[in-house]
Nanobody, 121 residues
């Protein structure tokens, strides 16, 4: 059983930083791609970033490129999202997800419960 638990969300000021964590279990770590998504009120879910398990390649949406960084700690089966220079538009519920395939493109199969990030103006 795949289990993903996000943490690290909270209230931050514009320009601040936050580091989200996603503790994972129940799958072969090196076989699955890991990604981060978010959903703001009244908006559709937005893909933000992904790290491939095949070669470690990372991908970012235009909205977060240059500000957010995805990384993993393979000894802890944990994926992180370092969020810098936060903007009010970054306010959303953030989700980590796992795709049962090494590469990032395609449908994600397992999701965490989400963690709220609120950026005050």
């Amino acid at each position: 059983e795949v289990q993903l638990v996000e943490s690290g969300g909270g209230l931050v000021q514009v320009g601040g930083s936050l580091r989200l964590s996603c503790a994972a279990s129940g799958f072969t770590w090196d076989d699955y791609a890991k990604g981060w998504f978010r959903q703001a009120p009244g908006k559709e879910r937005e893909g933000l970033s992904c790290i491939s398990s095949s070669d470690g390649s990372t991908y970012y949406s235009d909205s977060v490129k240059g500000r957010f960084t995805i990384s993993t700690d393979d000894t802890k089966n944990t994926v992180y999202l370092q969020m810098n220079n936060l903007k009010p538009d970054d306010t959303a519920v953030y989700y980590c997800a796992v795709r049962t395939w090494p590469d990032c493109a395609g449908e994600y199969d397992h999701w965490g419960q989400g963690t709220q990030v609120t950026v005050s103006s």
